[in-house]
C-alpha cells in the first residue's frame, strides 16, 4: 500500500507583530499595531523603560501592515488605514515596520523546519508549505490514530520552529495543499489541526465559501447571489451547473475544491524574477548635502545586486532604482538596456541614468537598486 500523502501548510502567527512583541516584552496581551514611521519608535527613558506611541490622534495615509490578536478584537486588520484603526483603537500601541528584522526571523523559522523536513514550498516571508509524507515517523499509527505520527511529526516543527525563534505557528496538516491552507487557519493561534479526506463534510464543508483560497471578492458575491454561502452549498452543485456559470475552467476547479481535491505538488524551486538591494537611512539625507554618502551608499548598492547576480548565474536586462521619500512617497525608475548585464560598473551606470530622471528636491529615507528581466549566464 503506497504511503499517505501529508501537506503541512505552516503560517507563522500575526508574524511582524510577535517579531516585535520579542524586542518589547512589555507588550504582551496588549492591541498592538505595525504600519507606523520612524517617528513611531519607542523611545527609551532614563530609568530603562520605554514610552509608545499610540494611534490616538493618528493623522496620515499610513496603513496596518500587520496587528496583534488583542487589536484584532477591535477589529483591526491589514490593510486598513491606520486613521480609521484609530477610530476603532486609539489605545493601541503603534510601532514602525523593520522588515530587516522579519526577514531575519524569516530565514531563521525556515531553516529550523528543513531540519525535520527539507521538501519545502517557500510562499513568502510567513508562511511555507511542507511535504511530510516521507519523513520518519509520519506514516506511523499510534494505538487507533491512523494520523498520530504526522501529528507528532508536525508538533516537533512547531517545537523546533518555538525553539528557534520564540515565536509560535499555526500548522495544518491534510493530504492536500488546498485543505492544509483552510486547516492552518481552524485554530489560530498556535494551533494544529489534522484532517484526513474523510472529515472534509464534517470540518471544511461549514466554512463559508471564501476560506478557500481562489475564490475572490468577485467570485464570492456572484455565488451568494446564487445562495452559495457555505462550502457545503458549494459541493451541492453539481459540475455541470458551475461550469456554465463560471466557465469550464474555473468551475472545474470550483468543484473540486469543495470536495477537497487538490493535485498539486509542492515548488520547491522557482527562478527569480528579479534581484535587489534597498536600505533605509538612519536619517533622511539631502541629495546636495548629502551627497557623497548618498553617492557612496548608491554605489555599494549597485555592488550588492552585481554580486548577487553573479554568484547565482544571471545578468539582468533591466535596472531599476527606488526611492522613497521624507513624506513616504515612494518613486522607482526603470531603464532597458540592449543587452543583460551583471557587472557593477554597468549597473551603476545604468542605475545612475534612473537617478537623473527623479526629482531630488525632498529629502531620501530609503534607497534601493534592482535588476530585472533575469537571465541565466
Not at 477591535?74 to 483603537?89: E, I, N, P
Not at 515596520?97 to 516571508?125: C, L, M, N, T
Request: with cysteine; glycine share 10%.
Amino acid at each position: 500500500m503506497p504511503p499517505r500523502r501529508w501537506i503541512a501548510h505552516l503560517d507563522m502567527d500575526a508574524f511582524y507583530a510577535s517579531v516585535e512583541l520579542l524586542r518589547y516584552p512589555e507588550l504582551a496581551g496588549q492591541p498592538v499595531v505595525i504600519g507606523g514611521g520612524r517617528r513611531h519608535q519607542p523611545v527609551l527613558l532614563p530609568g530603562g523603560t520605554r514610552t509608545f506611541s499610540t494611534l490616538a490622534g493618528y493623522a496620515g495615509r499610513g496603513v496596518v501592515t500587520t496587528a496583534t490578536y488583542a487589536a484584532r478584537d477591535f477589529g483591526v486588520h491589514s490593510g486598513m488605514g491606520l486613521m480609521k484603526a484609530a477610530a476603532l483603537a486609539p489605545q493601541a500601541v503603534l510601532l514602525p515596520v523593520d522588515f530587516d528584522q522579519y526577514r531575519h526571523y524569516s530565514r531563521r523559522f525556515k531553516a529550523a523546519v528543513a531540519e525535520v523536513a527539507p521538501v519545502i514550498e517557500d510562499r513568502g516571508i510567513d508562511e511555507i508549505y511542507i511535504d511530510l509524507s516521507d519523513v520518519p515517523g509520519a506514516q506511523d499509527t499510534i494505538g487507533f490514530d491512523t494520523t498520530g505520527g504526522v501529528r507528532a511529526v508536525a508538533q516537533e516543527i512547531r517545537n523546533t520552529v518555538k525553539r528557534a525563534t520564540g515565536l509560535s505557528c499555526s500548522v495544518g496538516v491534510t493530504p492536500n495543499k488546498l485543505l492544509s491552507k483552510i486547516a492552518s487557519e481552524l485554530d489560530k493561534p498556535d494551533g494544529l489541526t489534522v484532517l484526513t479526506q474523510a472529515e472534509v463534510p464534517t470540518r471544511i464543508w461549514p466554512l463559508p465559501v471564501r476560506r478557500i483560497n481562489g475564490i475572490g471578492p468577485k467570485a464570492g458575491v456572484k455565488l451568494a447571489d446564487m445562495g452559495i454561502r457555505t462550502i457545503a452549498d458549494l459541493a451541492a452543485k453539481d459540475r455541470a451547473f458551475l461550469t456554465e456559470h463560471f466557465g469550464r475552467s474555473y468551475g472545474r476547479w470550483l468543484h473540486d475544491a469543495a470536495h477537497g481535491v487538490d493535485d498539486r505538488l509542492l515548488v520547491t524551486h522557482s527562478e527569480p524574477v528579479s534581484m535587489s538591494r534597498e536600505t533605509t537611512f538612519d536619517r533622511d539625507l539631502h541629495a546636495v548635502r548629502d551627497r557623497a554618502e548618498l553617492t557612496r551608499i548608491f554605489t555599494q548598492l549597485a555592488e550588492q545586486v552585481a554580486t548577487d547576480l553573479q554568484k547565482k548565474g544571471y545578468a539582468g536586462r533591466t535596472i531599476g532604482i527606488k526611492l522613497r521619500f521624507d513624506d513616504f512617497k515612494t518613486v522607482t525608475r526603470d531603464l532597458t538596456l540592449p543587452e543583460p548585464v551583471a557587472d557593477k560598473a554597468a549597473i551603476r551606470h545604468a542605475a545612475g541614468q534612473c537617478l537623473k530622471r527623479v526629482d531630488l528636491a525632498r529629502r531620501i529615507r530609503l534607497l534601493g537598486v534592482r535588476a530585472g528581466g533575469l537571465v541565466k549566464l
